[in-house]
């Protein structure tokens, strides 16, 4: 039976995951091409020093980089803390100040899996507006079957945000291949299933002609219509450029931004009530 959970199959896993030959690999890492193929048949066991250069070749993310190490019998070099942690307060202000630092306009922070886990206060004050406004035109009193702290669940479902979305048809299609991108690009089993039910959950989505416009926009926005109210906003994402902490390489900042002036207004007047 394959052992997936040793270091010649993640070694090899991640090489033809990136789509390297072994020799591409080994130029990349400064290494020759026998001693690699002695690295992913098992005839050489690598040393700290030779893992974290093949991780640095291939782009490995950092827990996954973990795994490789744990894979070769080492420890796992770097640490996962919470985000409430004594060792992830400066990372924690630094996410505070620039939430804040964005208001009256909405920016949140998410983790791997899309979990909101901060926002400002523009963005909790929209959400909650949103939300109500979903339990409101609820109809059929049912319950609401997805995670309103998820944006992507928040965003994607049928009983979620798109309902007040009035160009749904053009923005689903940028979402779904926003989506499929990230979790094809993902080795992690568990973030690839995740992003793909929500793909599902979403339903039939018409791709139709994303280039059917003669003048492309620089930005596509999400267009809300919310009673007589009507905004037009585009997000920017961030992260960070040096992470050391795995859930500091997985979070992400979105931050969102109005497309006009009536939606800039908008958000002025939202936190001033």
């Known amino acids: 039976m394959l052992d997936t959970k040793n270091f010649t199959y993640q070694c090899r896993k991640w090489r033809q995951f990136r789509k390297l030959s072994q020799l591409e690999l080994a130029l990349r890492a400064d290494i020759s091409q026998r ?39 080492y420890k796992a070099l770097f640490q996962e803390s919470a985000i409430d ?80 979305m009035s160009n749904w048809n053009k923005t689903a299609p940028l979402f779904k291949n926003r989506l499929k991108r990230e979790a094809m690009s993902s080795p992690d089993p568990q973030v690839h299933d995740y992003l793909m039910q ?21 930005v596509i926005p999400v267009e809300l219509q919310m009673g007589d109210t009507h905004l037009s906003i585009f997000s ?17 900042i979105e931050a969102f931004y109005p497309m006009n002036e009536a939606t800039k207004l908008f958000f002025h007047k939202l936190l001033e009530n």
């Open 35 to 73: 001693h690699l193929s002695y690295l992913e048949t098992g005839k050489s066991h690598p040393s700290r020093e030779m893992i974290a250069r093949l991780c640095e070749a291939m782009d490995i993310p950092l827990r996954e980089q973990n795994r490789l190490f744990e894979a070769a019998g």
């Open 198 to 218: 929500h793909i599902e959950a979403a339903g039939p989505i018409d791709e139709g002609d994303l280039f059917q416009h003669d003048s492309l926009m620089p």
């Open 85 to 164: 942690s004594v060792d992830m307060k400066p990372v924690s202000l630094a996410l505070e100040s620039m939430l804040n630092h964005h208001d009256p306009f909405p920016a949140v922070v998410v983790d791997r899996m899309w979990n909101i886990v901060q926002q400002n206060r523009s963005a909790q004050t929209l959400f909650t507006m949103l939300s109500e406004l979903v339990t409101s035109q609820d109809h059929e009193g049912k319950h609401i079957s997805f995670d309103p702290k998820n944006l992507i669940a928040l965003t994607m479902h049928p009983d979620g945000l798109r309902r007040f």
């Open 236 to 252: 920017v994402i961030s992260t960070f450029g040096t992470p050391q902490d795995v859930t500091t390489d997985e979070l992400r």
